[in-house]
T-cell receptor, first 115, second 115 residues
Framework: EPEVTQTPSHQVTQMGQEVILRCVPISNHLYFYWYRQILGQKVEFLVS????????KSEIFDDQFSVERPDGSNFTLKIRSTKLEDSAMYFCASRDAGQGIYEQYFGPGTRLTVT | AQSVAQPEDQVNVAEGNPLTVKCTYS??????LFWYVQYPNRGLQFLLK??????LVKGSYGFEAEFNKSQTSFHLKKPSALVSDSALYFC?????????????FGKGTRLSVIA
């Protein structure tokens, strides 16, 4: 069964550094998302992406964040200058565009630790 | 704005007994509702959804959920719990009127099935 994959599984970085989190969505999916989950808290939406542009973004997704689909298979989340409060589990998700399909499929996550 | 409430942080049930994990929602119009499960060190796995039609929906691993419009609830149920069902369960809602609207998650309920 096709899966969403994410790399790396764990990233440790120093405050102020740039990080890129990578995701490979399910191949025929057209909608892409990033969510994050701070330890012990709920899963929060960051950004959605369709047709090579951002569809919607949350308040969390400020100018420090950007997304890109560089090559038709990868979907990346870049944090330009990490802060301590960016430490979280980051989940990528994708969704098919078929009629009646609304569920999103999530990757295993990247645990980002900012020190 | 849509929201989801999961009133229980923890549910404990004996193996073989029925289980219920509660969820209530707030959304304008008819909701799209979902349940996801998260096992340790894993991503969110889709269990089931309610979009329209029968109020009782069946999903993966023997789980089902009942949509109750008058009570604005979407409780997750299973007739006979297994130890392997122990995990973190998330209810989520989506605005049905926008094509790429993100999921809004509850804070999660930890289910512990005791042998």
């Amino acid at each position: 069964e096709p899966e969403v994959t994410q790399t790396p599984s764990h990233q440790v970085t120093q405050m102020g550094q740039e990080v890129i989190l990578r995701c490979v969505p399910i191949s025929n999916h057209l909608y892409f998302y990033w969510y994050r989950q701070i330890l012990g808290q709920k899963v929060e939406f960051l950004v959605s992406f369709y047709n090579n542009e951002i569809s919607e973004k949350s308040e969390i997704f400020d100018d420090q964040f950007s997304v890109e689909r560089p090559d038709g298979s990868n979907f990346t989340l870049k944090i330009r200058s990490t802060k301590l409060e960016d430490s979280a589990m980051y989940f990528c998700a994708s969704r098919d565009a078929g009629q009646g399909i609304y569920e999103q499929y999530f990757g295993p996550g990247t645990r980002l630790t900012v020190t | 704005a849509q929201s989801v409430a999961q009133p229980e942080d923890q549910v404990n049930v004996a193996e073989g007994n029925p289980l219920t994990v509660k969820c209530t929602y707030s959304v304008s119009g008819n909701p799209y509702l979902f349940w996801y499960v998260q096992y340790p060190n894993r991503g969110l796995q889709f269990l089931l959804k309610y979009i329209t039609g029968d109020n009782l929906v069946k999903g993966s691993y023997g789980f089902e959920a009942e949509f109750n419009k008058s009570q604005t609830s979407f409780h997750l149920k299973k007739p006979s719990a297994l130890v392997s069902d122990s995990a973190l369960y998330f209810c989520a809602v989506r605005d049905p009127y926008s094509g790429n609207t993100p999921l809004v998650f509850g804070k999660g309920t930890r289910l512990s099935v005791i042998a």
